[in-house]
């Protein structure tokens, strides 16, 4: 089943959603996030500013634009601070873009194995 974004936070584009989309749970704070990361799978976590809290962001492996995952970003309170990011895990080992829109890439990030990448959204 595919249908048109009609997720109640910013989403600058429309695109398949097999899912439903879920309201967003509350704030993770520091230990409660678990990844899913091993030999062949990584995490990435893309920081962003508080503005863009519920904000879909996509990856996909590179030259599979089509074959795409997302999360939203939230806030993600640590002691004596609260950053805003998207965490997506697991994600197999390899080069991801990073999209603004459905046809505008922000960047590209390497995602390895039993790691963590980083990207800043700008």
């Known amino acids: 089943m595919s249908q048109t974004n009609t997720h109640p936070y910013p989403h600058p584009h429309a695109h398949p959603h097999p899912h439903p989309h879920a309201p967003l749970p509350a704030p993770s704070r520091e230990g409660s996030v678990v990844l899913d990361i091993g030999a062949d799978t990584g995490a990435l976590v893309i920081h962003t500013g508080p503005e863009h809290d519920g904000l879909e962001i996509e990856v996909s ?52 194995g039993g790691a963590v990448a980083e990207f800043r959204w700008a």
């Open 61 to 112: 492996p590179i030259g599979d634009d089509a074959h795409r995952t997302h999360a939203a970003v939230r806030p993600r309170h640590l002691p004596g601070r609260t950053v805003h990011c998207v965490l997506i895990t697991p994600l197999e080992a390899g080069e991801y873009t990073v999209w603004r829109t459905g046809d505008e890439s922000a960047g590209t990030v390497m995602v390895q």
